[in-house]
Structure formats: structure tokens, C-alpha cells
């Protein structure tokens, strides 16, 4: 990576889905951002947010174009320790606890990111912010789903990761709880990490330091 590369760039990015000849959900999108840097995809329901975050996170190569972190095409970018997605299924482990989910990428990334002490301060750190704690023994199926997407949460931020992918973090939480993930959102990014937020909560477009719309598959032009 050069020193003038951003932490993820987003290169003329085209992305088909379904059967050949569908047109393409994504158009020539262009995105850079840097560490730290709080970015929100907002949209209406179908205009590609989700398409692109699973993108950034490496869960597919683009039709055409690129999608680079720290230089690496995304796909290619094996550890949770630098880009870790919380998607809007939440694939959490239903036999494992609340906490066993959170602190499961420290087992499965034990040579990247933060040591194991620190981890484990993060891990109670992130359960007490977004108000797990107390439920941290309980296996993940037998909590709510707002509970269930805060676990998701932190599991993806547990490793303190260069880039955290969140697509709708606040779509299943009340007011209350919106506070709890904006404050564990803040949280990382004071900690260095990049974050890319799929959102329509107009309180997470106003915590954001930038706002990409799309529309129907496209960036939508500034101004
Ligand atoms: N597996 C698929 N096959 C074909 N088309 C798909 C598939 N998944 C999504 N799409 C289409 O791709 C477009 C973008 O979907 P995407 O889920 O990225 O939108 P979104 O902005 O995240 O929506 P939402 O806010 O509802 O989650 C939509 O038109 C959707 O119907």
C-alpha cells in the first residue's frame, strides 16, 4: 500500500446479482475512506447499501471494478481483526452464550489484533456499553432480537478492527438502545477503527462524519 492509499477504496464498482443477464444493483462506485473515519451508506430499501457493505467486507468479488483494504483486494482479507461486518442476519452461534459469541473472533484470530487481556477488557467493555452484561451467560437464541443484534455488534468490534462493515446496526433497537450502539459505534472509532454504516436512522446519518447516498444502485452526486 502507498502512504497516499486510503484504509478501503471503492474503484468503479459494478455489481450483478441473481441471473445472468439482470441488470446490475450496483453502478461505478467510487468510495475511499480513511482510519477512523465514520462513513454512512444511506438509501432507500433496494438501493444497494447491503450489496455494498457485503462487498467491503470481502464476501464477494465485484462484476467489475475494485474493492481494496489497506491495498488487498477485500476478498482476499482473511481477518476479523481488520475488516469485521456485523450483517442484517446476524449469524451469531444460537449454542454458544451472548459472551461466548462476542469473544469467538479472539479464538479465531488468535495471532491479529489486540492481546488476549486487552480483549477481554474490550469484550466487557462493549457488553457493559450496549447493556449485556447481565445477559452475558445466556445462550444467544434465548434473547431478544434487539439483544441478538447488540451481541453481533460487538462481536464485530471486539478485535478492534481497522474497518467495521455495519449494515442497519439500530434496525431492531428502541431510543434507548440506539444511544447504546452509537456510544459503542464512537467507542471504536476513538480506538482507531474505520467505520462504514448502512443506515436509514437519521441519528447515526448525524453521528457520521460523511453521508454517501445511493439511489437505485448509483451515488448520488453532491449538491
Ligand atoms: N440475491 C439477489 N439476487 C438478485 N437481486 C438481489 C439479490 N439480493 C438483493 N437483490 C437486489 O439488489 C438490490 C439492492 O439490494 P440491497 O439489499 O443491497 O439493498 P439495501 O439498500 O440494502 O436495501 P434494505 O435497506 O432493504 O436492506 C435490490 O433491488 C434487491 O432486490
Redesign the pocket.
Known sequence: MTSTEPLLRVAGVTHR??PTG?PP?LHDIDLAVDAAELVALA??????????CHLIAGLGRPTSGAVRVLGRPADEVASWATVALLP?RLALVEELSVRENVILPAGLHASTGPARSERRELCDLLLDTLNLTHLGARLASQTSLGEQQRTALARALVLQPRLAVL??PTGHQDDENVDRVLAAILLARAGGTAIVV?S?DERVLEAANRVVP?RD?RLVPAG
Open positions: 446479482l441473481g439482470a444493483v438509501g432507500r430499501s433496494g438501493s444497494g447499501k447491503s450489496t455494498l442484517q449494515d442497519e448502512a436509514h445511493l444502485g
